[in-house]
C-alpha cells in the first residue's frame, strides 16, 4: 500500500526528547540562581533556544518534514531576527542613561 | 462541493474525505484529463479530492498551519522585543520587580506544558496508528494538562491583583513579598511597566492556551467517533492542532525564562 504522508517517529525518539527538555529546564533554573553578570542572559536564552528547537525538529516533525516546510520554519525564525535586530540596533544606539 | 481556498477544508477533511469505502467515487466523473492521475495505489479515499495524492495534502495542510505560526512567531516577537527594551532601560527597576514572581510556580508550570507537549506528540502518534482510544486518551491528558497550566496561572494572577501588582492606578509596591524587600526608589512606574508586560505577554499567551484548550476540547469527540483514525488523511487534522499546541509551548519556553529568571 502506500506510504504514509507524515512520518512516524518512534516512541523513544520522543521520550528522549522530553527528558532532554526537563533536563534543560531544571538546567535553566539552577543556571539562573548563580549570578555570571551578562552570561546569565546568554545562557538562558542558549537553554531555551535549544528547547524550543528540540520542539520543533522533533514533536512539531520538522526534521521529517519536506524542505518547504523547513524554508516556512526558517522563515519564521529568520524574520524574527530581523526585528528583533534592527529593532534593537536601534534603541541601543541611543544615548539613554542605563 | 465548492471548495473554499485555505487550508481548513483540505486538512479538516470532514466534507472532503469520502465516507465508507465507496470505489464508484474513484472514478473520474468531470474532465477525462483526470483519467492520467488515476494510479492504482492513490485511492482517492485516502485524500479529499482536489488533492492528487494524501502526501500532497498533508504538505497543504502543513505549509499552511505553518504560515499561520508564523505570524504568531512575529506577533509574540514584537511583544518581547519591547520587552528586551524596557528591560535595558529600567535595568534595576525590572531586576528588583523580577524577583517578585515566584520561580517555583512559574517552573512547575514550564513542566506541566512540556508533559502536554509529550502527550500531543503521542496523541499524533496515535492518530496515524490508527489507534482511536489511545488518541482519545491522549488528547484527554493534554487538555487536562493544558488546565492545569491555566489554574497555576489563575492562582499566580489572584496573588498579583490581591497585591494591587495589577497595572491600574491602584498600583502599590508595598507588597514584594516573594522578593522579602520593599521596592526602594520613590517612582512606582517602572515596577508597573514590569506588570504591565508581565500581564501583557503572559496574558494573551493564557489566551492562546484557551483557544488550544478549547480546540482538544473539539477533537474528542469526532476523535472518540473515528474520524482522525481513518485512512492516511485522517491524523492530518490532528497533526496541525498538534503543531499549534506545541507552539504555544514553545512560547512559554521563552516566556519563563525571561519573565521570571532574568533578575541579574
Known sequence: MTERPGHIVPLTTYLGVFASLMVLLIATIFAARVDLGWLNAVIMIAIAGVKALLVVLFFMHVKYGSRTTWVFAGAGLLWLMILMGLTLTDYFSRPWPM | MVSSPGFRVSSFGFSGMNRGCNMESALPHNSEHETRNLKPETLSHDHAHQFDDAFQQHE?????????????????????????????????????????????????????????????????????????????????????????????????????????????????????????????????????????????????????????????????????????????????????????????????????????????
Open chain 2, 60 to 264: 497543504a495542510a502543513s505549509l499552511g498551519m505553518w504560515m499561520f505560526l508564523v505570524t504568531e512567531i512575529m506577533f509574540f516577537g514584537g511583544a518581547l522585543t519591547a520587552y528586551v527594551v524596557y528591560r535595558f532601560y529600567f535595568g534595576r527597576a525590572f531586576i528588583q520587580t523580577g524577583k517578585e514572581l515566584n520561580v517555583v510556580l512559574g517552573g512547575i508550570n514550564t513542566g506541566v506544558l512540556l508533559c502536554s507537549s509529550l502527550s500531543m506528540a503521542l496523541a499524533v502518534n496515535a492518530a496515524q496508528l490508527g489507534r482511536r482510544k489511545v488518541l482519545v486518551g491522549f488528547l484527554a491528558i493534554t487538555i487536562v494538562l493544558g488546565c492545569a497550566f491555566l489554574s497555576i496561572k489563575g492562582y499566580e494572577y489572584a496573588h498579583k491583583v490581591h497585591d494591587r501588582h495589577l497595572p491600574t492606578p491602584a498600583f502599590s509596591v508595598g507588597h514584594f513579598h516573594y522578593a522579602g524587600f520593599a521596592y526602594d526608589a520613590p517612582d512606582p512606574n517602572p515596577p508597573r511597566m514590569f506588570f504591565t508586560f508581565y500581564f501583557v505577554l503572559t496574558g494573551i499567551h493564557a489566551l492562546h492556551m484557551i483557544v488550544g484548550v478549547c480546540l482538544m476540547l473539539s477533537l474528542l469527540r469526532p476523535a472518540w467517533r473515528g474520524k482522525f483514525t481513518r485512512g492516511l488523511s485522517g491524523a492530518n487534522f490532528i497533526e496541525m492542532a498538534g503543531l499549534y499546541w506545541h507552539f504555544v509551548d514553545i512560547v512559554w519556553i521563552f516566556l519563563f525564562p525571561i519573565l521570571y529568571l532574568s533578575h541579574h
